[in-house]
Each structure stands twice: as C-alpha cells, then as structure tokens.
C-alpha cells in the first residue's frame, strides 16, 4: 500500500506510529548481538520474522512487490534490499539491516549498518559518517522549511569527506502505507520540496558510499550495488513533524 500525496496525520495516528516506531527498534536491539562471524543472513531474517510475529505485527518486506524475505540485510558493497540468503558473515564486513514492521495497520521504518568483528578504519569511519549524516539531516527539518534541506544539509557535511550520497534512493513518507510522498533526497537538489508542516511522517535514510555514488541494481531485481563495488553504509530513522518539531519515532 502506497501513496501518492502527502497525507497530513492527525492525534490517532501518532499513538499508533509512535507504537510502530517502539516496536521496529526493539527489532533492532534484538538482533545485534546476533550480528557475528558465521550467522547467514538468513538466519537474521528468521530470528527478526519470529520476533516480529511474537510482537503481533507483520514484516512489511516480505512478499512487498515481491520482495521474498522479512528484513533486508545488505553487506559491505550492497547499498540496499539486500535479500537475506545463505551467505555467511565473516570477520570484517559491515552489514545493514532494515526493519519495517506493521503494527495495528501502522509502519515503523528503520535500520542501522553493524560491524562484524575487526573492520578496516575505513568501514568504521563509513559507518559513523553515515550515523552522523543521518543526524544533519534529522537536525535540518524545520516547521516551515522544505523537504529539499535535509539533503542539502547532508550534502554540505559530506561534502567535508571523501564520500559520496546514493542518488538512486531517498527517504519516504509513511503512515499506514510503506512508500509516498514526499520523495526525500539525501543530496541537495536545492531548498525546494514540500512545505513542513506537523502532521506529516516520513523517513530520513542516507546511503553514503566509500567511492562514487553509482548504483545499479543485479539480475535479482532487489540488490542494488554500489557499481566501483565501494563499501556502502546506511541509517534510518521514522520521524513525526509535531507542532514543536520533529520527533524520531524510532530512537
Ligand atoms: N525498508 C526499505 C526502506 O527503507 C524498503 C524495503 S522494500 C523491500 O524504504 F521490499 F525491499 F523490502
Ligand atoms: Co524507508
Ligand atoms: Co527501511
């Protein structure tokens, strides 16, 4: 379920994101200190499913426009929709798992980019750039500003490293439907964009890559790869625009 105009939410709504938010960060804190050298990727996605299920909720990913799993688990040069297999992790790579559960009809969106065991100073600094990017752009949403200054604010912090932004994908408003508007980029494309305004929900998740930003996307139809195959981090948040600002669903 989609939507293809910005929804404006009223107080019922807000309970059940806050709700979602909770439920899909505790997915999170569950299953990192599962992340470990020799756990397949499927198997993180049957841990996260099960515990999804217990919590009386649904995995948004599985079967969404036929995506075959409950979570994506994208490693080292996947950028995102990873699909959980048979790989197994091993001692140095970085791994990102995004979470979206629906609960009581109502979606929480988030994810976080892990390391396994020892990695290189250049996946660990990928990794905090990407936290912090992240940030710049949760701290860059105003009432009365635009959707356009979250990545031109982003653009401007990682413009100061040797990084690049994925262009291909961008946040999204959510709700009680998964992907609609506003589009978020995570670049600067200008201070334009809709208007913020409370009510409104959506999701702020850069992708930052250790080489150029090019993606493309492997004969799976899902896993998109960075093309110089550079490692590539990624932080999501769910956020809410209250009448005093914006308030993160899922910290
Ligand atoms: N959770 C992803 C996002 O942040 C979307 C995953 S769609 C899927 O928007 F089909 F790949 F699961
Ligand atoms: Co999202
Ligand atoms: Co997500």
Redesign the pocket.
Known sequence: MNSSEIIIFGEDAFHGMRDAGKLARSVLDFIEPYIKEGITTDEINTLCHDFIIKNNAIPA?LN??G?PKSV?TSVNDVVC?GIPGMYKLKDGDIINI?I?VILNGWYG?T?RTFLVGNCTPLARNLIETTKRAMYVGIDAVKIGGHIGDIGKAIQKYISTTPYSIVRDYGG?GIGNFF?GEPFVAHYDIGTIGAEIKPGMFF?I?PMINAGKYKCKVLKDG?TAVTVDKSLSAQF?HTVAITENGIEVLTA
């Open positions: 990913p969404y426009n995506f994506c929709h995004d979206t969106d994810s999204h992907h999701t998740e899902w999501e």
